[in-house]
């Protein structure tokens, strides 16, 4: 990444297991979080509304799943499955959740934090509303919440992003949605 997102695991027992080939990511390598203890973060950036979060994954568990956490804690930040009853994004002191609820398989998202026009995109269908407030988040985690402190997801990830401001209004946005659905059979808008 050019913008310092990158994500990594110095810790053995934490890290992610990459798989070559995953049947439900179209035959795509993926990296699998085992939903016990497994977890990347960066500590660094500081993220501030608007910002979109693009992720596809294959989920395995959807009980309680976090998928992307923030890493300090402070303006807390999430995109994941309220136990397993809604996909869910939070942002400072409340979620915005979806009026459908999650299953297993492959998932593309793509989360928009802009307080009162926040959207959560899944598989083409949109819940819009507000996640509470501008709030914006320092560190990022992916696989557990905040930190890695606890509640550890369970999916295999193919994709994810984060940018910076509202990424549908990028001139290589639509490029980024043929390219997710090439590789992995994903459909976002």
Known sequence: SGNGYTLAQASGGAQP???SSVTNLNGRAGVEFDGTADFLINATPVVTQPYTIVAVVDMVGITGTPIISDAGGTGRAA??????????AFTGTAALSSSYGPSTGLHAFRFKANNA????NENMRNTAGTVGNATG????????????????????AGFWGCYQGDITADAAWPDLISALA???GANVA
Do not use: E
């Not at 995109?79 to 869910?88: D, E, K, M, Q």
């Open 17 to 19: 297991t990459f798989r």
């Open 79 to 88: 995109l994941f499955i309220n136990a397993g009853l809604t996909w869910s």
């Open 117 to 120: 026009s926040s959207v959560i």
């Open 137 to 156: 988040f320092t560190g990022i985690t992916m696989g557990a919440v905040t930190g890695g402190a606890s509640n550890w997801g369970s999916f295999r």
């Open 182 to 184: 090439y590789l992995y």
